[in-house]
């Protein structure tokens, strides 16, 4: 069952922040919310995650709710580079229950 | 560091065949992953280690098993392909919940 919601494709134009969105209404107190890329068929890629907090680092930032029931990516300058499908999840903070379950992620197009 | 490396990057099995999927990280994070991807899905969770001598099983078990060598080794292995074990597989690993996790760049498989 799935723990995170997500559209399944979006569209920025080059150069504009981009706005994904995610709902993981069902979150428990001890889950971090992760964002991970992944472009064409490679590997997906670590992007950013947080807890209550918002977070920004080089790539990007994450903003939580007050609530945590969901959470938005922001991309400030999106180049088309970052066409990418982008995957939220949420995984809990006790080590070794580490099952990093995907959905089916947001398809971010950038548009030249 | 090479971060996690896959061998094989492409194979072709017969169906009934066996192979073993090898992945290795030289990060010594503690845990690693197995998952699976499929066209226009996301990716599903197959096997996990949490540390070095355990193994669980994630969502799509069935026809797979796992064995984590040592700490930097962690291998995944098809008994007897069967067509549905057509997909791309990636092996991810992770120290604990404050890294986001690294994956490695995929083993394209087709069973025919």
């Known amino acids: 069952d799935a723990k995170t919601t997500q559209p399944p494709s979006m569209d920025c134009a080059e150069g504009r922040a981009a706005n994904l969105p995610c709902n993981h209404s069902t979150i428990s107190g001890n889950e971090y919310v992760y964002w991970y890329r992944q472009i064409h068929s490679q590997g997906p890629q670590y992007i950013i995650h947080?807890?209550?907090n918002n977070e920004t680092n080089e790539m990007a930032s994450l903003i939580i709710t007050e609530d945590r029931k969901s959470s938005t990516l922001i991309l400030p300058h999106a180049t088309l580079r970052d066409t990418a499908v982008y995957y939220c999840i949420v995984r809990p903070t006790n080590f070794g229950n580490e099952k990093l379950t995907f959905g089916t992620g947001t398809r971010l197009t950038i548009i030249p | 560091n090479a971060g996690v490396t896959q061998t094989p990057k492409f194979q072709v099995l017969k169906t009934g065949q066996s192979m073993t999927l090898q992945c290795a990280q030289d990060m010594n994070h503690n845990s690693m992953y197995w998952y699976r991807q499929d066209p226009g899905m996301g990716l599903r969770l197959i096997y996990y280690?949490?540390?070095?001598?355990?193994?669980d099983k994630g969502e799509v078990p069935n026809g797979y098993n796992v064995s984590r060598l040592n700490k930097r080794e962690f291998s995944l292995r098809l008994e007897s392909a069967a067509p549905s074990q057509t997909s791309v597989y990636f092996c991810?690993?992770?120290?604990?919940?404050?890294?986001?996790?690294?994956f490695g760049p995929g083993t394209r498989l087709t069973v025919t």
């Open positions: 991810a690993s992770s120290e604990n919940q404050a890294s986001g996790g690294w």
């Open positions: 947080g807890l209550k």
């Open positions: 280690s949490a540390s070095e001598g355990t193994t």
